[in-house]
């Protein structure tokens, strides 16, 4: 920078203003520094002026499996959106394991970040007290509401009425739900369900258990599991809700398999609207959840708690709004 000065003819706080956007520079001045910055190839040391700020210019982003589409598609959404504010993120994996969901709370590894996006999956309501942190973070997901941190948030409950909605507007009565979790009170798979219960009650049609295709962890080999459990049970089906893209994408192979006609003998839908959903065959009609909105709040809400350098404010909750994409899997093909 004193280099640049120099050759400038001005001095090092002014070059200093030139570089980090100041206005207030004389056009004339502006462009001599800029023209020493080109000539001697000058470029900000980043690391060094983070360090002066007491800043990393990292932030953290926690998810539980960067093998599920959706946590992967999310992940990219967020370096994207960080990238527009000069923010690098460093990725950790938890594998949706309690343990190492606390250890990204109070591990060395969060010393290396400014602040933490972080979506729990087996921590809960009654960890409250560990999400009181004194560094900025973000929650995502459905595990913890009203809790003490900034949560973004997609529309579960309403998302799933509208997919449960679309399929008894096309005459669907006997709508299978694969990827449930019995005994679930707060999480993506119960708040899904919900909306389900929710439409099937305002359509007038009766909840039936044996509908229900229970499944752990939400991959396309789980929601194949669940859709050949329902089938060799005998139950009738002219619809799947999937709730997410994976498990209805598994389900669907399964009906190919089963030289059942998707949609004609069975309308599928799906939840999240990863990329893969676009390209089935059928293409997969499925609830799209905002996930850009999702990563771009959580982004400026981190940013937003960085600059305030520790000070406290009430806790933001932000739900971002849905759409459903409706594809072939819901719609005749084209002959």
């Keep these: 920078m004193h ?9 090092v706080k002014t ?3 030139v570089v980090n956007g100041y206005q207030f520079i004389r ?3 502006r462009a001599k520094v800029e023209t020493a910055i080109g000539e001697l190839g000058y470029q900000v040391n980043i690391t ?17 499996e960067l093998s599920l589409p959706y946590f992967a ?20 994996q938890t594998g949706a394991v309690r343990q190492r969901e606390l250890e990204v709370l109070s591990g060395q590894r969060r010393h290396l970040t400014d602040g933490l996006i972080f979506s729990p999956l087996d921590l809960g309501e009654q960890d409250k007290a560990s999400f009181d942190v004194d560094f900025p973070m973000v929650l995502l ?33 006997r709508i299978a739900l694969v990827g449930t979790h019995p005994g679930e009170t707060m999480g993506s798979a119960a708040l899904r369900e919900r909306g389900y219960r929710q439409a099937l009650d305002a359509a007038g049609i009766e909840f039936d258990p044996a509908l229900l295709g229970d499944a752990g962890l939400w991959h396309r080999s789980t929601g194949a599991a669940a859709m050949t459990r329902l089938l060799d049970s005998g139950v009738e089906i002219d619809a799947v809700f999937g709730l997410n ?14 030289r059942i006609d998707v949609p004609g003998q069975v309308a599928v839908i799906g939840f999240d609207d990863i990329d893969e959903a676009s390209y089935s065959s059928p293409p997969l009609t ?8 999702i990563a771009e709040t959580a982004v400026k809400l981190l940013v937003d708690q960085i600059a305030a350098s520790g000070a406290r404010r009430p806790p933001i909750e932000v739900v971002a709004q849905y759409t459903i994409a409706v594809r072939g899997s819901t719609a005749p093909q084209p002959r």
């Design 27 to 29: 056009p004339a001045t």
């Design 141 to 173: 997901g459905e595990r913890i509401f009203g809790g003490p941190a900034d949560h973004v948030t997609m529309n579960n409950v309403d998302g799933s009425r509208a997919a449960t909605q679309h399929l008894i507007d096309l005459g669907r009565r």
């Design 3 to 11: 280099d640049v000065a120099a050759l400038a003819g001005v001095s």
């Design 48 to 64: 060094a002026r983070n360090l002066r700020q007491g800043r990393t210019g990292m932030i953290g982003l926690a998810v539980p």
């Design 73 to 92: 598609e999310l992940a990219d959404s967020v370096i994207r959106a960080a990238e527009t504010v000069g923010l690098t993120v460093l990725i950790e």
């Design 286 to 293: 499925s609830v799209v959840p905002g996930r850009e909105e």
């Design 245 to 258: 893209d994976a498990m209805a994408l598994g389900a669907m192979h399964v009906l190919h398999d089963r």
């Design 15 to 17: 070059v200093s203003n």
